[in-house]
């Protein structure tokens, strides 16, 4: 069973960029496929992206985010990452990394299909 932990969180202003990282304490993040989410305040959690596990293949929230987040991942160091450039106010939000367990060529946006997930990690832009 992954255990996810998320970090990289904070404080930036517009324009800036964040790297966030996800890494499973049971250290076996190479048997999932993974994905991003996000929460913002009085809104409905939403796919951000999502990796094959072995980063062959990835998935971007369409006009959201594609262009200025990446997802890769590093199975020798048990690490998922959310690299963010150039973000908004609006990408304001508690994120949240998840696994897949049952695929690991699952590259969808269905939260649903996600087995574990971290506790979130809080990322604030201000403008």
């Known amino acids: 069973q992954a255990q996810l932990v998320e970090s990289g969180g904070g404080l930036v202003q517009a324009g800036d960029s964040l790297r966030l990282s996800c890494a499973d304490s049971?250290?076996?993040?190479?048997?999932?496929?993974m994905g991003w989410f996000r929460r913002a305040p009085g809104k409905e959690r939403e796919f951000v992206a999502s990796?094959?596990?072995?980063?062959?293949?990835?998935?971007y929230y369409v006009d959201s985010v594609k262009g200025r987040f990446t997802i890769s991942r590093d199975n020798a160091k048990n690490t998922v990452y959310l690299q963010m450039d150039s973000l908004k106010p609006e990408d304001t939000a508690v994120y949240y990394c998840?696994?897949?367990?049952?695929?690991?060529?699952?590259?969808?946006?269905?939260?649903?299909?996600?087995?574990?997930w971290g506790q979130g990690t809080q990322v604030t832009v201000s403008s």
């Open positions: 990796i094959t596990w072995s980063g062959e293949r990835t998935n």
């Open positions: 049971g250290r076996a993040l190479n048997r999932y496929a």
């Open positions: 998840a696994a897949v367990s049952r695929s690991l060529y699952y590259t969808g946006s269905d939260p649903t299909a996600f087995d574990y």
